[in-house]
């Protein structure tokens, strides 16, 4: 790759990425996450995709937004990987499928249900989505030593909002409410749309992936037990930054010890 070539859609040539990646959906996001690294500064818009950068300890840290969904997050993983980022955490928003999982807690998925699309073009279906290991576990440790109430477990990723939250107005509704239940029923914890996708470009690229998210609603429309400071929205986006940049401090340290 010329040093000097732009991407076709993230705008971004190898000089101007990080090792290190943080990928929320929202471009706005991106903003709330520089802010907590040293000397940010916004890099480059294009489409969804909105990329700031800052330091984090010395190290040049990339964050740039996937937009929505799979294919855009596949696009996003694989054109920061050819700029040289090999590491990348999701901060994100999901909705809870459990009784453990309230508005305002963090989720660190260890998998994630393939109800998507993208993921086939990477991995064949029988191939689990899942993230690393050593990321997962910094994001739990980060996000316990925080005082967030945690929950670990599999995520549903699925390509399509509103067969979610209206799936009875769809032709394939039984279908869909079917599959639904099966998963809640074998323990899924929350839903989103660009877990499985992560995990699967990342392991097919041969780079580290995570993901910490915040739920923004109850299961079943229950109410919460925790206090109302916790609720979503108000600042509850600011809890998985947190926990992200805490797991990348502890990564950074244990790549240095190993170089």
């Not at 705008?11 to 929202?26: F, H, K, Q």
């Not at 471009?27 to 890099?43: F, G, K, S, T, Y």
Request: charge should be negative; aromatic fraction near 6%.
């Amino acid at each position: 790759m010329d040093e000097t070539q732009k991407m076709l859609h993230i705008n971004l040539s190898r000089g101007e990425v990080g090792r290190y990646a943080i990928v929320p959906g929202d471009p706005d996001r991106c903003e709330l996450i520089a802010a907590h690294l040293d000397n940010p500064r916004l890099v480059t818009r294009k489409r969804e995709f909105t990329t700031w950068e800052g330091t984090l300890d010395g190290e040049k840290v990339t964050v740039t937004s996937t937009g929505i969904g799979g294919p855009s997050t596949a696009i996003c993983i694989e054109e920061l990987h050819k700029c040289g980022a090999d590491t990348f955490i999701r901060v994100g928003t999901c909705a809870s499928t459990c009784a453990d999982v309230q508005c305002g807690d963090i989720v660190v998925p260890n998998g994630s249900v393939r109800m998507e699309g993208t993921g086939c073009h990477y991995l064949p279906m029988e191939y689990p989505a899942v993230p690393t290991y050593q990321l997962l576990k910094y994001l739990e440790e980060s996000s316990a030593a925080l005082g967030y109430h945690t929950a670990v477990g599999v995520s549903i990723t699925k390509d399509s909002f509103y067969t979610q939250t209206e799936p009875e107005t769809k032709p394939v509704s039984d279908e869909l409410l079917s599959r639904w239940k099966s998963y809640v029923r074998g323990g899924a914890v929350c839903t989103s749309m660009e877990e499985a996708v992560l995990f699967l470009a990342g392991t097919s690229l041969g780079v580290r992936t995570a993901s910490v998210l915040v739920s923004a609603t109850n299961f079943d429309g229950t109410v919460s037990r925790r206090s109302s400071a916790d609720v979503y929205p108000t600042n509850s986006i600011q809890k998985p930054i947190q926990v992200a940049i805490e797991a990348l401090r502890r990564l950074i340290r244990e790549d240095r010890k190993q170089s």
